[in-house]
Antibody
Framework: EVQLVDSGGGLVQPGGSLRLSCAAS????????MDWVRQAPGKGLEWVGR??????????EYAASVKGRFTISRDDSKSSLYLQMNSLKTEDTAVYYC??????????????????WGQGTMVTVSS | SYEVTQPPSVSVSPGQTASITCSGD??????ACWYQQKPGQSPVLVIY???KRPSGIPERFSASNSGNTATLTISGTQAMDEADYYC???????????FGGGTKLTVL
């Protein structure tokens, strides 16, 4: 079964750090671009960032709201995606989802959709 | 930066056709996709590359994308279709994913 399992969420104080993980199974993880998307309570979806695959040098992109504070990484040998979150703010409180960028035309494309999502992990930033 | 806009809410009677729009400058020049999200659940892809349905998505879900507007259409809407729907595209200039604000579909 193709699956993404998010973990690592919890309660953290403002200014603190947290590392989220996403374990992939059932597909060739190394082929895909992988993203993080978050959703604040009662709000819409907000893109956090992307890591591309090895063929594209594992380059990353970030939303302006997290750039310089969050770092996305991956370990293809473990089929795992990570989100290191530093200098956390109360406005970072959200459910964080990892999401797979689908390969619909035989190769990864920036503008393709997220075809698989994790179940999400809740991050609460509060004193 | 590039933005896309959705109506906050749409209502439809069971069995009727629901249309949800997503508007952005020359949106038709780029791919749009749509997600369905029910309360407490992760989003589910219902349309990709403007008009294509992933396997397992009912045929009553269809979509188009032209000019400045992408449209998700649900024909013969059922109670189970009540959910939030999000459009999404890619901003090539800033290399970032863009989501619409979401539309709450009510079936009443």
């Amino acid at each position: 079964e193709v699956q993404l399992v998010d973990s690592g969420g919890g309660l953290v104080q403002p200014g603190g750090s947290l590392r989220l993980s996403c374990a992939a199974s059932g597909f060739t993880f190394s082929d895909h671009y992988m993203d993080w998307v978050r959703q604040a309570p009662g709000k819409g979806l907000e893109w956090v960032g992307r890591t591309r695959n090895k063929a594209n040098s594992y380059t990353t992109e970030y939303a302006a709201s997290v750039k310089g504070r969050f770092t996305i990484s991956r370990d293809d040998s473990k089929s795992s995606l990570y989100l290191q979150m530093n200098s956390l703010k109360t406005e970072d409180t959200a459910v964080y989802y990892c999401a797979r960028v689908g390969i619909f035309t035989g190769y990864p494309a920036e503008d393709d959709a997220f075809d698989i999502w994790g179940q999400g992990t809740m991050v609460t930033v509060s004193s | 930066s590039y933005e896309v806009t959705q109506p906050p809410s749409v209502s439809v009677s069971p069995g009727q056709t629901a249309s949800i729009t997503c508007s952005g400058d020359k949106l038709g020049d780029r791919f749009a996709c749509w997600y369905q999200q029910k309360p407490g659940q992760s989003p589910v892809l219902v349309i990709y590359q403007d008009t294509k349905r992933p396997s397992g998505i009912p045929e009553r879900f269809s979509a188009s994308n032209s000019g400045n507007t992408a449209t998700l259409t649900i024909s013969g809407t059922q109670a189970m279709d009540e959910a939030d729907y999000y459009c999404q595209t890619w901003d090539n200039r800033q290399s970032k994913v863009v989501f619409g604000g979401g539309t709450k579909l009510t079936v009443l």
